[in-house]
């Protein structure tokens, strides 16, 4: 079913502005998803953020999302520390039909996504990382790269599969590092990257959905 021209209540787009919808996960301050919010508000992200989910329920995202008037939803993630449940995935799953999303974007979301999601959404979901993937998996990315004496680090958004980071890359940007960089000014050079890196390639994902439709 096409979901394209599909308006929020109180958002005046023409509908062919507006694109694709999708749906934000994060668990931290949503300095990526203030990105792509800020280029949806200008008009020029072509896709349409219809929901923010977060398994952390203090995290900034969430008010964030309230802030750009995209419902917003703490998602309780069950008792593991990597993962949800699958029953805490399912709800994910349903809010996010619920919310008649195309695609989903992770924004700093901290778990591994498993099956339900994967499967609700199958080459559908983005996330973003900070490093030049292949290299540096896994947490803290920026510091692994510190630590490996790496002459350049950067972010690189690739489309999630069952793997960690391991999915097909979509675009990727890289910064120097510098001669006194501690982990902390690294990864602010890393997030200046991302936040000009996913909008463009949400854009270019969003433009390509439009064309299979
Ligand atoms: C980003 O550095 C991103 O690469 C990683 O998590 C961080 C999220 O930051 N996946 P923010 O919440 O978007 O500020």
Same mark, same amino acid.
């Given at each position: 079913?096409?979901?394209?021209?599909?308006?929020?209540?109180?958002?005046?787009?023409?509908?062919?502005?507006?694109?694709?919808?999708?749906?934000?996960?994060?668990?931290?301050?949503?300095?990526?998803?203030?990105?792509?919010?800020?280029?949806?508000?200008?008009?020029?992200?072509?896709?349409?953020?219809?929901? !923010?989910? *977060?398994?952390?329920?203090?995290?900034?995202?969430?008010?964030?999302?309230?802030?750009?008037? +995209?419902?917003?939803?703490? %998602?309780?993630?069950?008792?593991?520390?990597?993962?949800?449940?699958?029953?805490? =995935? =399912?709800?994910?799953?349903?809010?996010?039909? @619920?919310?008649? !999303?195309?695609?989903? %974007?992770? $924004?700093?979301?901290?778990?591994?996504?498993?099956?339900?999601?994967?499967? $609700?959404?199958? #080459?559908? /979901?983005?996330? /973003?990382?900070?490093?030049?993937?292949?290299?540096?998996? #896994?947490? @803290? &990315?920026?510091?692994? $790269?510190?630590?490996? #004496?790496?002459?350049? &680090?950067?972010?690189? !958004?690739?489309?999630?599969?069952?793997?960690?980071?391991?999915?097909? +890359?979509? #675009?990727? *940007?890289? !910064?120097?590092?510098?001669?006194?960089?501690?982990?902390? *000014?690294?990864?602010?050079?890393?997030?200046?990257? =991302?936040?000009?890196?996913?909008?463009?390639?949400?854009?270019?994902?969003?433009?390509?959905?439009?064309?299979?439709?």
């Amino acid at each position: 079913m096409s979901t394209l021209g599909t308006q929020l209540p109180g958002v005046s787009f023409c509908p062919e502005a507006a694109g694709p919808r999708f749906g934000v996960l994060g668990s931290g301050k949503g300095s990526n998803f203030r990105a792509l919010a800020e280029a949806w508000k200008s008009g020029t992200l072509g896709a349409t953020p219809a929901i !923010v989910l *977060s398994d952390i329920e203090t995290a900034g995202i969430l008010p964030l999302g309230r802030e750009f008037g +995209i419902p917003s939803h703490f %998602v309780p993630p069950g008792p593991f520390r990597t993962k949800m449940t699958p029953e805490a =995935e =399912e709800e994910l799953v349903r809010l996010l039909r @619920e919310a008649k !999303v195309d695609f989903v %974007v992770l $924004a700093g979301f901290m778990r591994v996504i498993k099956a339900p999601l994967l499967e $609700a959404f199958p #080459g559908r /979901i983005l996330n /973003i990382h900070p490093s030049l993937l292949p290299a540096f998996r #896994g947490l @803290e &990315a920026w510091r692994q $790269a510190l630590e490996a #004496g790496a002459p350049e &680090a950067g972010c690189t !958004v690739h489309l999630v599969d069952a793997g960690v980071d391991t999915g097909k +890359i979509l #675009g990727q *940007s890289s !910064v120097p590092v510098l001669a006194g960089d501690t982990a902390e *000014s690294l990864h602010a050079r890393i997030q200046v990257a =991302e936040h000009e890196l996913y909008p463009r390639i949400v854009r270019k994902f969003a433009e390509g959905l439009k064309a299979e439709k």
